[in-house]
């Protein structure tokens, strides 16, 4: 069974670094399907942020891309995501999640639990 | 980008009900690449439907797919009190892959 988890800090302060890190377990990043991380900002919808393949191809949504930047562990099977320059508007829970890959986009078949990222001095 | 949006916002009904969910695309959805998602209270969104029709794994036979281009239905046809959640449709035909707003299905 696939399993993901998220993990990094709950609290970040406005203007700084977001770090997040999904460890799977059940499969091996490095036997295929893409990885990704989507948000969902409290009582709204979601929001795709980005996926990425073991080789380190990605793929990020044209508005967050400047500030993204996702990479892979594949000794870990980990992967990760970091948003820079975070304001109030980036707290969200953010999920980690298989990509299954078609055409250039992608559909999520298993998420992790979520993670609570709160953006406040 | 291509905006999903879904009606009604909220649908209530009755255990035993057939429950049918609309989600309607600004543009075409390239192939039907329309999938359907169920969220409950503090949990992961699960996956239901991709490509329009196909049931993912594990999923009861109750949950149906429907629609092409830009109109799409989620279909349940007997309600369970286990599927009173917030459903989401997303399409993957074009990038960045977007989501609706959700419809939430209550208990009446």
């Known amino acids: 069974q696939v399993q993901l988890q998220e993990s990094g800090p709950g609290l970040v302060k406005p203007s700084e670094t977001l770090s997040l890190t999904c460890t799977v377990s059940g499969y091996s990043i490095s036997s295929g399907y893409y990885w990704g991380w989507i948000r969902q900002p409290p009582g709204k919808g979601l929001e795709w942020i980005g996926s990425i393949y073991h080789s380190g191809s990605t793929y990020y949504n044209p508005s967050l891309k400047s500030r993204v930047t996702m990479s892979v562990d594949t000794s870990r099977n980990q992967f990760s995501l970091k948003l820079t320059s975070v304001t109030a508007a980036d707290t969200a829970v953010y999920y980690c999640a298989r990509s299954y890959y078609a055409s250039g986009s992608f559909f999520y078949d298993y998420w992790g639990q979520g993670t609570l990222v709160t953006v406040s001095s | 980008e291509t905006v999903l949006t879904q009606s009604p916002g909220t649908l209530s009904l009755s255990p035993g009900e057939r429950a049918t969910l609309s989600c309607r695309a600004s543009?075409?959805?390239?192939?039907?690449?329309l999938a359907w998602y169920q969220q409950k209270p503090g949990q992961a969104p699960r996956l239901l439907i991709h490509g329009a029709s196909s049931r993912a794994t594990g999923i009861p036979d109750r949950f149906s797919g429907s629609g092409s281009g830009t109109d799409f239905t989620l279909t349940i046809s007997r309600l369970e009190p286990e599927d009173f959640a917030v459903y989401y449709c997303q399409q993957y035909g074009s990038s960045p892959n977007t989501f609706g707003q959700g419809t939430r299905l209550e208990i009446k």
């Open positions: 543009q075409s959805v390239s192939r039907n690449y």
